[in-house]
């Protein structure tokens, strides 16, 4: 048995992917977030994706020369797919190491939950889901997803595609009774500094739901004081902020002292 690990980059505004769908500002030059990224790679037993994301790697990793390659050409791949083998690139001829696994990667046509859980059934290292969006939500909605593995990007896109932006609209619709389309825009700062307040540092690194959750209710208590106390509500957005500064240069702080230690 093994677990589905999700990897997807995402950036400090929540978002997985700009509208367009180029996400140029996901390959950054990092050299500890690439070794970590290519780490994380190697160590999948299988790779998992949605047919669109699985037709652009499968046409541009057979001939790449950047580290990311040789994992994404060497270990087995499954594409989901109501396409059949249709989905699959011909035989790759002169490519890197590995570049005809991409022509024998498994399709999964049929339910989604069905599949997975065959391929958990299987022994060996984990498997790696990588996106699209659209297939990522749907792991997430059907609880097929064990582990999260979700780099932040030091951007913010203003506006995009996110993660999870489908089940907290369906728990603020369950709330309040009533929806609007543009009310996320007014939580995409309180969401970050909840995270980070929670212990989830922007430099790397696993965070934990418990910590999102205390730090959410400390925002809580502040609006709930900014009420009581009768101060402007324009404050509010200024104190989260400020919050959000300090646990930055707070884990900045502790990220340069871990490094001291280790040299």
């Known amino acids: 048995m093994r677990e589905l690990i999700l990897k997807m980059s995402m950036s400090l505004d929540g978002f997985v992917s700009d509208l367009s769908g180029t996400n140029t500002w996901m390959y950054g030059a990092d050299p ?10 190697w160590n999948a037993g299988l790779h998992i994706m949605g047919s669109h994301s699985f037709e652009v790697m499968a046409s541009f990793y057979p001939t790449a020369d950047m580290p990311f390659a040789p994992p994404m050409n060497q270990i087995p791949k499954a ?3 109501s396409r059949g083998r249709a989905v699959l690139p011909a035989a790759a001829g002169k490519g890197r190491a590995g570049a005809e696994s991409w022509a024998e990667a ?3 046509g049929g339910a989604l939950a069905g599949e997975v859980a065959r391929l958990k059934a299987e022994d060996g290292k984990p498997i790696l889901a990588h996106g699209g969006v659209a297939f990522a939500r ?3 909605a059907d609880g097929l997803v064990d582990e999260y593995i979700l ?5 913010a896109l203003g506006k995009g595609l996110s993660l999870f932006a489908a089940l907290a609209a369906l728990y603020l619709t369950t ?3 009533a929806g609007s389309p543009t009310i996320g825009k007014d939580y995409i700062l309180p969401s970050v500094a909840a995270a980070v307040i929670g212990g989830i540092s922007l430099f790397g690194g696993r965070g934990g739901l418990v910590g999102t959750i205390v730090g959410a209710y400390i925002l809580t208590i502040i609006g709930n004081l900014v009420f009581v106390l009768s ?4 404050w509010q957005p200024i104190a989260s902020g400020v919050i959000l500064l300090v646990a930055v240069l707070a ?3 502790a990220e340069k002292s871990s490094r001291r230690n280790l040299t």
């Open 231 to 234: 101060i402007s509500s324009y």
């Open 138 to 140: 749907s792991l997430i």
């Open 151 to 155: 780099a932040v990007h030091p951007i």
């Open 251 to 253: 884990s900045s702080l």
């Open 106 to 108: 498994y399709v999964a």
């Open 175 to 177: 709330q309040t009774g």
């Open 79 to 81: 594409v989901f797919s």
């Open 32 to 41: 500890e977030a690439v070794a970590f990224g290519v780490e994380t790679t």
